[in-house]
């Protein structure tokens, strides 16, 4: 774990290396943990009457609710936040493609473009394009930390209502967007899938 809070103090482009097993147990246990607690502050603040909701889960049925949740998002997900952290023309054209298709699935899904979905994908253009134009290897460490934060709020629309306390609800999606970020930049891209889909098995299990 020394390695994992060392490397989130200061970000760095870095060689890919052999999966270290433990760690990635270790980070595993971590995060539930970390939601954990997370989750009795919650109750907490519910129980002093400030509006603290749940996420909105659609009507799925079981099996697709399992390949959304469990398969599908952390694909769609690393390819938005995760791919680009290494710059490449093959990382740019799936990121391009994510881009177009998570666009044109909230129109087929609502009939237009709500708001602040296109707010969101509009903000996450701009920053990759951002990302395409300037030197990474100078600005590598605010990429990654705006990265971690922009999964983080994306995870907002996950919410009936977007208030004042909402943000504090994405803090499990910032902490698991760190993780995700140091796994793929230390043992590459699809561990960080494979994280991610352990990670939201569960609750698509539960359904």
């Known amino acids: 774990m020394?390695?994992?809070?060392?490397?989130?103090?200061?970000?760095?482009?870095?060689?890919?290396?052999?999966?270290?097993?433990?760690?990635?147990?270790?980070?595993?246990?971590?995060?539930?943990?970390?939601?954990?607690?997370?989750?009795?502050?919650?109750?907490?603040?519910?129980?002093?009457?400030?509006?603290?909701?749940?996420?909105?889960?659609?009507?799925?049925?079981?099996?697709?609710?399992?390949?959304i949740v469990a398969i599908k998002a952390p694909i769609v997900e690393e390819i938005f936040f995760r791919l680009p952290l290494k710059k490449s023309n093959t990382n740019t054209l799936f990121l391009i493609g994510a881009l177009v298709i998570y666009a044109f699935s909230i129109y087929y899904k609502h009939g237009k473009f709500e708001p602040f979905n296109f707010f969101v994908v509009s903000f996450i253009i701009l920053y990759f394009i951002t990302i395409l134009f300037q030197k990474i290897e100078i600005k590598f460490k605010y990429f990654f930390y705006v990265s971690c934060l922009i999964f983080a709020l994306l995870h907002m629309t996950n919410f009936s209502e977007i208030n004042y306390i909402t943000p504090l609800l994405v803090l499990p999606q910032l902490g698991l967007g760190l993780i995700l970020g140091f796994i793929r930049m230390r043992y590459g891209f699809f561990y960080g899938i494979l994280f991610h889909a352990l990670v939201n098995l569960p609750s698509a299990l539960v359904g």
């Not at 980070?27 to 519910?46: D, E, H, K, P, T």
């Open 2 to 67: 020394k390695d994992f809070f060392a490397y989130i103090k200061n970000p760095t482009l870095c060689e890919e290396s052999s999966i270290n097993w433990k760690l990635f147990r270790n980070l595993y246990l971590w995060y539930f943990l970390y939601v954990a607690c997370l989750s009795i502050c919650f109750f907490i603040l519910q129980k002093l009457g400030l509006p603290i909701e749940k996420p909105v889960r659609d009507n799925f049925t079981y099996w697709m609710g399992i390949f």
